[in-house]
């Protein structure tokens, strides 16, 4: 070798090094892209490239300043590193975790540890390396070298060996960019090796090593790799872990359909042991034989049910994989759908035995699927009914109406209300109520679902209502006008006394029935209110209104106020309709010569944001009959309550999200308490829970 050889020789050990520290660099900082598992033992085996390269070169240039022997044993610490970095690595890329366990990686740093030991000990044992072999940075001469090492030489050509068949076998078994991956990954390693074996038989490379060298050659291949190929971005332990971890069974099937791979979740479906079943054909070894056989035979999926006592049910479909050409590998995968199916039944039982119609429409609105109770409700089987437009048995005058409210419900996939009056088979007109909500996005539905509920008797029956209003707010109300000027006039004539006394008994009756009347259209308003939301009011000032017209209809009526100037609440407009109520009451029902009346508001209750309204009286009190039917909401014939002023005032203030109960009066009377939500001045409006239910 001539003077400049050397120097040539370490710059190109010095770029070897470099790359390999690249290498470790690249592999370090991406730390998002790669799995810790996998780039920490190839960090350590670059580093290690590095180390090794590098001294080399300084080992070459060294003029005294440095020993060279020194430099070998720094070139030994990433010689000795190397090989067991090299297994570590492959087992883990390769998916081999069952052999790499924390104690299996200590005893596996034992030797690297120990031979560093014996190198820098060497003079004094001469077992492993000579001062020769150092000086020159060639550890595959073995003349001269100890026992020791010469078995550290079988031991890291033996390692390296199994590390490089692991990647062969991952190799042979991968497609793709694992393929290529593996593919570098197998010369990465290979190129060492070969150098290492070709010093160690005496190839003619004396006096240098070129193994170092070989180390850079293996580094410039592995950068090449990272962004050619997106080496560790994607490795085959994921690809091994994403299969072990899957919920669904899978099953790896040759050409001949043996099982030639499987994960854990399979062992629901085979019949022995998973290891007993490698090897043997699959429709020996599964628990759905026939199902199997379909979708091998080309069905894309069908369903299989395993087990007798407690079945599961399965969804079997079958799949190529291997080679994008040959297509001979193929994958069978179970998916369990117990959980669906049993979800599935129970809905078709609600629906089969529900009174309501469920109905599904595409986006033109014809029918889908109709459920079985349109047979008992409407007379039409179902299947007549499938495949026909939906608006073909509508009222002709509601047609156009409920068209455009579908339309609407598809265009702007918002739930839709609406009643409409539908044909029955035997030519009469039902009223409906439906509700149509679009699920056309929903791949689980694919269309407008409507679910209908006949409330004909319930229309009957709020038309009778309205009519029977009708007549006692219109008709009784004229025919009592008539008997009261007939009163009058008989109490302006000169008759008798007892004459004038059935006079008054008649004024007194038709007055109470113009009243019950004029209460009647006031719960027939309160009824139908549409307000759906309720306003701060000022409890004071409707209190105050209402107090100063009873004590100018009532003027021997003793009034106790406990107000404060004004306290605002959230409620409907008539809370002062119950409050007119409640006061008439307790002077309508008194006993006493000179009614009292206590009136208060409280808005210190134990709930802080509550507002209590109270007014107490002196009279005989409401009867507990009459309070325990206005609780429970029943009334029948032989329990019920006289008139209807606490049935109005009741509902009034539920209406306002408040509530109304009575409690006793000491020593004698009632207390009338109304509670509701405080409010201020320029408070938010608020829902009412009637409007909320209603929208719900």
């Known amino acids: 070798m001539n003077g400049d050889a050397p120097v040539i020789l370490a710059y190109a050990l010095f770029a070897s090094g470099i790359f390999a520290g690249l290498v470790t660099l690249i592999v370090l900082g991406r730390f998002r892209l790669y799995s810790r598992r996998v780039r920490i033992p190839f960090a350590v085996l670059s580093l290690s490239s590095a180390v090794w390269a590098t001294a080399y070169g300084f080992q070459l240039l060294s003029f005294g300043s440095v020993p060279a022997i020194v430099w070998g044993r720094i070139m030994w610490l990433g010689a000795a590193t190397l090989p067991t970095s090299w297994l570590i690595f492959t087992l883990l890329y390769t998916g081999e975790n069952s052999f790499v366990s924390r104690r299996m990686v200590a005893l596996l740093s034992v030797e690297p540890v120990v031979s560093f030991a014996l190198t820098w000990t060497s003079r004094a044992h001469g077992l492993f390396v000579t001062d020769a072999m150092l000086r020159s940075g060639q550890f595959a001469m073995l003349d001269g070298a100890g026992p020791l090492y010469i078995a550290h030489t079988v031991y890291i050509l033996g390692i390296s060996g199994v590390g490089l068949s692991v990647l062969g076998a991952k190799l042979l078994n991968s497609d793709g960019i694992h393929r290529a991956q593996a593919s570098l990954l197998f010369t990465v390693g290979a190129i060492p090796f070969a150098t290492f074996g070709f010093e160690l038989f005496d190839s003619g490379f004396e006096p240098i090593s070129v193994t170092p060298l070989s180390l850079g050659l293996s580094a410039v291949l592995v950068v090449w790799a990272l962004f050619r190929y997106r080496l560790f971005d994607i490795t085959p332990i994921a690809q091994k872990a994403i299969l072990s971890e899957m919920r669904d069974a899978v099953l790896v099937l040759d050409e001949h359909n043996r099982v030639v791979e499987s994960n854990g979740a399979a062992a629901t479906v085979l019949e022995p042991t998973i290891a007993d079943c490698i090897g043997k054909s699959v429709l020996e070894v599964t628990k759905a034989p026939n199902e199997v056989r379909e979708v091998l035979n080309g069905n894309a999926r069908t369903e299989a049910v395993i087990g007798d006592d407690d079945p599961r049910y399965f969804e079997v479909r079958s799949g190529s994989v291997g080679d994008p050409i040959q297509r001979k590998a193929k994958m069978l995968v179970f998916t369990d759908v117990t959980e669906r199916r049993q979800t599935e039944e129970e809905f078709r039982a609600l629906i089969e035995n529900s009174r309501d119609i469920i109905t599904v429409l595409d986006e033109d609105g014809a029918r889908r699927y109709v459920s079985p109770s349109v047979e008992d409700v409407l007379g039409h089987p179902p299947e007549s009914l499938v495949g026909e437009n939906s608006f073909n048995i509508v009222h002709p005058e509601d047609r156009k109406r409920v068209r455009r409210e579908f339309e609407y419900a598809v265009e702007n996939d918002e739930t839709v209300r609406t009643e409409c009056r539908v044909k029955h088979k035997n030519g009469t007109w039902r009223q409906f109520e439906t509700v149509g909500v679009n699920l056309l996005e929903d791949p689980a539905v694919g269309g407008v679902v409507l679910n209908s509920r006949d409330v004909t008797s319930r229309h009957q029956y709020e038309q009778r209502l309205r009519v029977l209003n009708r007549v006692l707010r219109h008709d009784l109300r004229n025919d009592m006008n008539v008997?009261?000027?007939?009163?009058?006039?008989?109490?302006?004539?000169?008759?008798?006394?007892?004459?004038?006394?059935?006079?008054?008994?008649?004024?007194?009756?038709?007055?109470?029935?113009?009243?019950?009347?004029?209460?009647?259209?006031?719960?027939?308003?309160?009824?139908?209110?549409?307000?759906?939301?309720?306003?701060?009011?000022?409890?004071v000032g409707y209190l105050e209104a209402e107090l100063r017209s009873l004590e100018t209809e009532y003027p021997n009526v003793k009034v106790h106020r406990y107000l404060p100037d004004e306290q605002w609440v959230y409620a409907d407009d008539l809370l002062q309709l119950a409050v007119r109520n409640l006061l008439e009451n307790a002077i309508e029902h008194t006993d006493r010569v000179i009614p009292e009346l206590t009136v208060s508001l409280d808005s210190t209750v134990e709930l802080a944001e509550t507002v209590e309204i109270r007014i107490a009286d002196n009279g005989p009190g409401i009867p507990s009959a009459e309070l325990s039917v206005l609780r429970s909401g029943l009334e029948t014939p032989l329990e019920h309550i006289s008139g209807l002023g606490l049935w109005l005032v009741k509902w009034i203030v539920e209406q306002s999200n408040g509530s109304l109960r009575f409690d006793s009066n000491e020593p004698r009377g009632t207390i009338a308490v109304i509670r509701l939500q405080a409010a201020t001045r320029d408070g938010p409006s608020l829902q009412s829970a009637e409007a909320e239910s209603g929208t719900n």
């Open 483 to 539: 008997i009261l000027g007939h009163a009058d006039l008989l109490l302006s004539e000169d008759v008798p006394a007892a004459s004038k006394s059935h006079a008054h008994t008649i004024k007194r009756k038709a007055t109470s029935l113009v009243n019950l009347g004029e209460r009647t259209r006031h719960i027939d308003t309160t009824l139908d209110r549409s307000a759906a939301v309720l306003e701060p009011v000022d409890a």
